[in-house]
């Protein structure tokens, strides 16, 4: 462990960048910049997660699941996850403090946003188009799917031609073929679902085995995460790495250009690392709140935020789900625990349907006992647990299947990211809260989607079916509360994630994101904190800095 870390006294005195977070995002730039001679520091308030301490392929998975690799930091409570304060919000923020961020935890649905995701305003009316174009963003999903090593078939008639995935689709198995019985019945559009999990060998990772237990850690190494597949060519090129280190605020100058950040280091000593460019990539609940915490004379509203947008516009991405039970054997407890197959039938607006936009659907499998159990919850005790148990596991076990719905979340000024009046961390700085209602829109999209998946779920065979119409857990994507745009008095950030009022402050995580899609968001997070690192890198000697 030791090797891998810089011990904060340390540090070089000022970095050339200074990456606040090493999920998705930090990790693509850190490594990316530091391979191009820049000297980078990297703070991360969580720690290495040691491998063997998955419980994936051990007896006790689907209880410590449960508690210890649960995705909702409320619940899991770990040293270094912050409290958050979600009492008026309709949905959980989920999210994961260690070096690869939520990739810890996530499925490695690995899907790019399509072109009418960039272009929502001139399309439909509603929210606002991106500073730039799907095609813009390209090279960099190419890139970042070598770089991960993307499982998938090419061809979906549901995306732009391109190049040619780098592996081979995983295995849709049984529920995939089911599904997709029922879908060519209905005459519907599936695709297997491409995800960033090898299918056979690629660098240094093996290929999947299919423990199916992705959601709280792959014990074989084969999920891409960035503890895995960046942070090793990160070291190696010099960059400067500090675990368990909480930032409290980004620091500026007189002239309001940024000059490093103080954090508290995991002993409880406050340090300030100075820094020629600052980069925020702490989530779309992490990034405001230091934003926001980030007051002074020149930003008495927080850092960067004269257009009083940061926070605001949270999409957090409503999830439903129907699933269905079979008479037949489906094995449905093999992994990958991620998408099998996805269906872009209803992705673009029809207006006949009484809203806009739509959603992706995606076939999981139901897993365990316990996952089983936690797919119908909600219902009362007496109905789960005893002789039902018992009877629901021999009638359901490895004959059931998941079509889930990401629906897409339009922008909302009113739900929002604040700093909580009373709620701190253990190391003392501010808490968020988040705000949170669904919209009417989201209420009509969801009751088409979930209609329509009872209908597949019957033309596949389904002999009953249960659906959860919105998953309280399912905060997952935290996106928006930074947006980019070209207009300073709307939004925080430029289309290369520099802030519009802090030259040197860049923000390069889903915050930035201006829609937010109906599909799993970390390809693009990433392609966009590869597209940044770029831009810095092209631009180092224009770049001002506090001197």
């Known amino acids: 462990m030791e090797s891998r870390e810089t011990r904060p006294e340390d540090l070089p005195d000022v970095a050339d960048i200074l990456v606040i977070g090493a999920g998705a995002a930090g990790s693509v730039a850190v490594k990316e910049l530091a391979e191009k001679g820049f000297n980078v520091v990297c703070l991360e308030q969580g720690d290495w997660v040691d491998p063997a301490a998955f419980t994936g392929d051990k007896p006790e998975w689907e209880l410590s699941k449960q508690k210890q690799w649960h995705p909702n930091p409320n619940v899991r409570a770990n040293r270094w996850d912050y409290p958050i304060n979600t009492s008026e919000s309709d949905v959980n923020p989920l999210m994961y403090a260690a070096v690869g961020g939520s990739t810890i935890l996530y499925t490695a649905h690995w899907v790019r946003m399509l072109p009418s995701d960039f272009k929502v305003r001139t399309l439909d009316g509603v929210a606002d188009d991106w500073p730039f174009?799907?095609?813009?963003?390209?090279?960099?999903?190419?890139?970042?799917?070598?770089?991960?090593?993307?499982?998938?078939?090419?061809?979906?008639?549901?995306y732009p031609e391109g190049a040619p995935y780098p592996l081979p689709p995983l295995p849709i198995g049984k529920i995939g073929r089911k599904a997709a019985e029922g879908m060519d019945k209905l005459g519907w559009h599936w695709w297997p679902g491409p995800a960033a999990i090898p299918s056979k060998p690629y660098r240094h990772r093996p290929?999947?085995?299919?423990?199916?237990?992705?959601?709280?850690?792959?014990?074989?190494?084969?999920?891409?995460?960035?503890?895995?597949?960046?942070?090793?060519?990160?070291?190696?090129?010099?960059?400067?790495?500090?675990?368990?280190?909480?930032?409290?605020e980004v620091t500026v100058d007189k002239n309001g250009l940024a000059t490093g950040a103080v954090f508290i280091d995991r002993d409880g000593i406050e340090r300030h690392q100075k820094a020629s460019v600052v980069v925020l990539a702490a989530n779309g609940v992490g990034t405001p709140r230091v934003l926001l915490n980030s007051t002074s004379n020149l930003f008495p509203d927080g850092l960067a935020n004269s257009s009083?947008?940061?926070?605001?516009?949270l999409m957090i991405h409503p999830f439903a789900a129907v699933t269905g039970t079979y008479e037949e054997p489906l094995d449905s407890w093999l992994g990958p625990a991620g998408q099998a197959i996805m269906s872009l039938q209803f992705y673009e607006t029809d207006a006949s349907r009484g809203f806009v936009r739509g959603a992706k659907w995606s076939v999981m499998p139901t897993g365990g006992p316990l996952g089983i159990r936690a797919g119908f919850s909600g219902r009362p005790v007496e109905d789960e647990w005893g002789d039902n148990f018992h009877h629901n596991l021999t009638s359901n076990f490895?004959?059931?299947?998941?079509?889930g719905i990401i629906a897409e979340d339009l922008p909302d000024e009113e739900n929002r990211?604040?700093?909580?009046?009373?709620?701190?961390?253990?190391?003392?700085?501010?808490a968020p809260k988040v705000i949170y209602k669904t919209s009417e829109n989201t209420r009509k999209l969801i009751d088409f989607h979930v209609a329509r998946i009872h209908e597949a779920h019957e033309a596949a065979g389904a002999i009953k079916t249960s659906t959860t119409t919105l998953l309280r857990d399912c905060g997952w994507h935290l996106l928006g509360t930074a947006r980019m745009g070209e207009d300073p008095t709307n939004s925080?950030?430029?289309?290369?994630?520099?802030?519009?009022?802090?030259?040197?402050?860049?923000?390069?995580?889903g915050s930035v994101f201006?829609?937010?899609?109906?599909?799993n968001p970390?390809?693009?997070?990433?392609?966009?904190?590869?597209?940044?690192?770029?831009?810095?890198?092209?631009?180092?000697?224009q770049q001002r800095v506090s001197h």
């Open 398 to 403: 490895g004959k059931s299947f998941e079509w």
């Open 514 to 519: 201006v829609t937010s899609s109906g599909l």
């Open 207 to 248: 290929a999947c085995v299919r423990f199916g237990t992705c959601v709280s850690g792959c014990p074989q190494g084969a999920k891409t995460t960035m503890d895995v597949t960046h942070w090793p060519g990160a070291l190696k090129a010099g960059a400067k790495l500090v675990t368990g280190a909480r930032v409290r």
């Open 417 to 430: 990211i604040v700093i909580d009046d009373e709620l701190v961390d253990d190391a003392g700085i501010p």
């Open 308 to 313: 009083g947008m940061v926070g605001r516009r």
């Open 492 to 509: 925080v950030v430029d289309q290369w994630g520099q802030a519009h009022d802090v030259p040197n402050l860049y923000v390069i995580d």
């Open 133 to 158: 174009t799907y095609e813009d963003l390209v090279p960099y999903y190419e890139r970042m799917d070598r770089e991960v090593g993307t499982s998938g078939l090419d061809g979906d008639p549901g």
């Open 522 to 541: 970390t390809a693009t997070i990433a392609a966009l904190a590869l597209r940044t690192a770029d831009h810095l890198v092209a631009n180092r000697a």
